[in-house]
């Protein structure tokens, strides 16, 4: 069997797409988040996969509420394996508009929801002595902006997180724990359907700013990421990957 895996941000997009791949590796799975329910299509993956599935409704910038949920992911799947942090929240704004309140939201849902869901998952793997793997996901806006948007803040709290996945990976590697990210470039999510709503051009400036020509589906991150989680990277640590489609070496 896989080791399990707990996703934060796991109840729609990228954060679902990933838990779904591990679950058809033989993971069970542990997804949190922000919804009332998760995308019917998390309904689907005990049955379709033979693995358990638990859903938690969590706020990832309370504490409580995250102590809570993986309290309760111990006493249902017995261990922590594995953790993603998906959680994440987008702000496409002027920097010059952007407000205090603003910012602070997008601070603590990308950056401080990624580094205590992080700290919690540690801590259990650190008290079973087994190690584990760690994916934080950052973005390509941590590396490169586009005219097409207005990511500042946004951009800033993903360069948080690819400075924190080499922090932890040095920490914690001591304890047989690896942390990773991946910086995924333009991918077809909910939250990107969103932005096309204030900004209708968006998804034809996003298919052709890359060089492979096309926006990135979910499916195109679950490999590497299961990379990550197994023991096939069981060299690799610190790392922040690019999934971009070429973006980050040849944007416009």
Known sequence: MFPNLTVTGGGRGIGLSLARAAAELGSDIAVLDMLEHPHDEFLSIPDEFTVRAKYYRTNVTDMGSLTTAFDQIIQDLGRIDNCVTAAGIVLDKPFLDTTWEEGTKILEVNVLGSYFAAQLAAKRMRDQKTGGSIVLIASISASAALPTQKLGIYGAS???????????????????????????????????????????????????????????????????????????????????????????????
């Open 158 to 252: 993903k360069g948080a997180i690819k400075s924190l996945c080499q922090q932890l990976a040095v920490e914690l590697g001591p304890l047989g724990i690896r942390v990773n990210s991946v910086s995924p470039g333009f991918i077809e999510t909910e939250m990107t359907k969103g932005l096309a709503v204030t900004n209708p051009e968006i998804i034809s400036a996003f298919n052709s700013a890359t060089p492979l020509q096309r926006i990135g589906k979910r499916q195109d991150l679950k490999t590497l990421v299961g990379y990550l989680l197994s023991d096939a990277a069981a060299f690799t640590t610190g790392s922040d990957i690019f999934v971009t489609g070429g973006l980050h070496s040849g944007h416009l």
